[in-house]
């Protein structure tokens, strides 16, 4: 398909994201999802509202995170550059799921579960989903990491690899894992131009923001880890959370702790929920979020503002879908279904 340069040809992108968001799950079709009650009415209930047409029961998560897969790469095609290769690295981010789950097969193959249902099939990627499976059948780890750095080329992810099959922390693992996609990210931001550049540092900003917060939040309710030991999880490139605060709450023993000592903006986001879980507040997180991306989707007159944050919209949605599926498979009450989902 022929691309152009995102300077031209914005009026056509902003009219077709808002064309794709129209028939998004938000709004009432998000509250009329959440009380679908059973899977086939679920199913039905995209399908006719244009959100995405399930093409079957089987892998239906799967079917969610292809649906924002290729809804990325249909928005790469349309444009070049920095904002391409930005897209297309979202992609990559995607399939690098793959090798998370693949670590976790291999260092800890007594863990219940089905590897083919694990493992997302994405069209087109660089490795496919029989050369992960070909890692599983190295007889040691040497053999493993060796096959592990020619199929993935990445000498970093071998690394990490190399490390869990010393340590057995899947935990560090994966933060590591996280963590560079999160500097690659911000790298990639960095070069787009103007109002999308700007937009997005501040948007993923907060979101590494949250995710340092979740991580002290959990850490005071559950893991009890001193500086040092939590020190793997912290992520570079917050917009107003500290490596210093970080450390300082690691001793934090509750949430209210963590709360009362986080920047004024995370303060009142949190406010009045010092006794929530820290799910609740994870995902209050995850709202506020959502509500500044909105904001300059819907109501900044720049076609870039909305060009830039339409994939943290497309993220977002794709947890929303996720969550009411799997709150219908375990028979979850309507309400509960609806308190997840994030607005």
């Given at each position: ?13 902003y009219?077709?994201l ?13 509250e ?5 009650a ?67 097969y ?22 496919s ?35 869990l ?18 500097q ?17 540092l ?64 995370y ?18 997180l995850?709202?506020?979020?959502a ?20 994939p ?20 979850l ?11």
């Open positions: 398909m022929a691309t152009f340069p995102l300077n031209l040809g914005l009026d056509f992108l009219a077709r808002h064309g794709w968001w129209s028939r998004s799950a938000t709004g009432p079709v998000l009329e999802l959440t009380r679908a059973t899977e086939e009415n679920f199913f039905h209930l995209l399908q006719n509202r244009g959100v995405w047409a399930v093409t079957g029961p089987e892998r239906v998560l799967e079917q969610f995170i292809l649906r924002q897969y290729e809804r990325l790469g249909q928005l790469a095609a349309r444009v070049d550059g920095p904002f391409h290769a930005y897209l297309e690295l979202l992609q990559h981010i995607l399939e690098r799921e793959n090798y998370k789950t693949i670590l976790n291999r260092f800890f193959p007594e863990r219940e579960a089905h590897l083919n249902d694990a493992l997302v099939r994405f069209p087109g990627a660089e490795v989903e029989n050369d992960l499976l070909t890692l599983l059948d190295a007889t040691t780890d040497e053999q493993f990491l060796r096959l592990f750095l020619q199929t993935t080329g990445s000498p970093r992810l071998t690394e990490i690899a190399r490390q099959s010393q340590d057995r922390d899947l935990m560090r693992a994966e933060c590591a894992v996280d963590n560079d996609s999160y690659e990210e911000l790298a990639a931001i960095r070069r787009l131009h103007g109002e999308a550049r700007q937009v997005l501040s948007l993923k900003g907060q979101q590494i923001d949250h995710v340092n917060i979740t991580t002290l939040l959990r850490n005071a309710n559950f893991y009890h880890l001193d500086a040092k030991g939590l020190s793997y999880a912290w992520v570079e490139g917050g917009r107003e959370l500290s490596r210093r605060l970080f450390d300082h709450l690691a001793d934090a023993t509750s949430s209210a702790q963590v709360i009362q000592a986080l920047p004024a903006f303060q009142h986001v949190l406010a009045g929920e010092s006794d929530a879980s820290s799910t609740r507040l994870d995902h209050l995850h709202c506020q979020l509500r500044q991306a909105r904001e300059h989707f819907y109501h900044s007159a720049s076609p870039r503002q909305a060009l830039a944050v339409y943290i919209l497309l993220e977002q949605e794709t947890l929303n879908l996720s969550r009411i599926y799997e709150g219908i498979r375990f028979n009450p309507a309400a509960d279904i609806a308190a997840m989902m994030i607005r």
